[in-house]
């Protein structure tokens, strides 16, 4: 029998709400805590300031606990009083029943927390986020090597558990941390939202209108997405939603943007905000992310729930998509195939076209209603 008594949880992420640009990580959390508020007491220590910021937010409460959307308790850590001494005295000022780390590679919110706690009885939970991907692992590979074998040489990793999201993520974590390691099987959460009808789209032949929201960054493929673009007849409008990563690689881009027929426009709009992507999904006929890999894909599932096709990479878990009338997941290895799609996306009429937006409504509502997702994640944490 389950105990009546919330556990008390203690989570690290680098960023947490209101800060979303850092993208699926926070989603993931977020998510989490939307879900499970009413059976977890959650205090989650994060930074004061979003994804790639200077500074933080004007007159917001940092270095100690204030109340989040949900209930929880929230610690937005300020760069100058982040330390050693602060962090132990967070870990030691409750009795936590589990510390839960969302990500890996963060010197503060996982390495330093799992280095205070060696040799301690509390039950250590990481997220690996996708983070053990070989597509992943590719930027920096020596660096997080080296970064992984230090903490294993220093006994961070002693009797940590770990949560994967996916069959290949547990085997990415076994071929990292052995077999004997304690794995959480626990898809991500959903977002926690009553269901809405999906959004109808007019479609003429000829006419097509495209989505992303996503980082502009070379894991999320931009630069090979407006590629794909140049030969396309017919008028052809390309959204694009998302915080610019690499200054370099987006001017690599904007030369692209700047040699496509006039047909073609391509719109950056910048970072939107997570209750407006939806409606920005709503706007166009399709998502358009051929991504270098995903290991979930959280703006997928917001464009499914919409009623928008996906035409993305074979590299994320939203697999089968022509099967359910959803999409297209297509290798990258087959750059023509993402042409012809896009081709037939430019012709199609709105016989077809509502035939893919019931499709993908209904391919999202079956995630969003399964009830397993929810039930792992309250077995992981006991309740």
């Known amino acids: 029998m389950r105990s009546s008594i919330r556990p008390k949880v203690l989570v690290f992420i680098d960023w947490y709400r209101p ?45 100690e606990w204030t109340v989040g959307e949900a209930g929880e308790r929230v610690w937005f850590a300020s760069r100058m009083r982040r330390s050693v001494a602060q962090w132990r005295r967070l870990l030691s000022e409750e009795r936590w029943d589990i510390i839960y780390l969302n990500g890996l590679f963060s010197p503060w919110t996982t390495a330093l927390p799992l280095w205070l706690l060696r040799g301690s009885k509390v039950r250590r939970i990481v997220a690996v986020r996708g983070m053990l991907a070989p597509d992943a ?43 004997k390691v304690t794995i959480h099987l626990v898809p991500n959460l959903a977002r926690k939202e009553h269901e809405q009808l999906p959004v109808s ?11 992303s929201v996503a980082r502009i960054a070379p894991e999320k493929n931009t630069l090979f997405a407006l590629e794909q673009l140049s030969g396309l007849k017919g008028e052809v409008h390309f959204d694009l939603f998302g915080t610019v990563y690499d200054d370099a690689y987006w001017a690599q881009c904007r030369a692209v943007i700047d040699r496509l027929p006039k047909n073609i426009t391509v719109t950056w709009h910048g970072h939107v905000d997570q209750s407006q992507v939806r409606g920005a999904f709503a706007q166009g006929h399709a998502m358009y992310l051929p991504t270098l890999g995903e290991n979930f894909g959280h703006t997928m599932l917001e464009a499914l729930s919409a009623g928008r096709p996906l035409i993305i990479s074979d590299r994320t878990p939203w697999r089968e998509l022509e099967h359910d009338d959803a999409g297209w997941d297509i290798p990258l290895e087959r750059p023509e195939v993402f042409s012809v799609v896009l081709r037939t996306m430019v012709d199609m009429d709105q016989t077809r076209m509502d035939r893919l937006v019931q ?19 309250r077995a992981m944490f006991g309740v």
């Not at 989490?32 to 508020?37: G, K, P, Y």
């Not at 205090?43 to 937010?57: E, F, K, P």
């Open 19 to 63: 800060f979303y640009k850092a993208g699926g990580p926070v989603r993931s959390l977020v998510n989490m805590v939307d879900q499970l508020n009413d059976a977890v007491d959650f205090h989650i220590v994060t930074g004061d300031r979003d994804y790639m910021a200077t500074m933080g937010n004007p007159g917001s409460r940092t270095d």
């Open 137 to 179: 692992l590719s930027g920096g590979r020596m660096k997080k090597e080296l970064y992984l074998r230090t903490l294993r040489i220093m006994g961070c990793l002693n009797q940590v558990e770990f949560q994967a999201t996916s069959e290949p993520e547990v085997l990415d974590i076994r071929r990292w941390f052995g077999d």
């Open 201 to 211: 789209v007019v479609k003429q032949p000829g006419r097509l209108h495209l989505v």
């Open 359 to 377: 499709g993908s409504f209904q391919r999202g509502m079956r995630y969003l209603t399964d009830p397993a997702p929810l039930a792992a994640c």
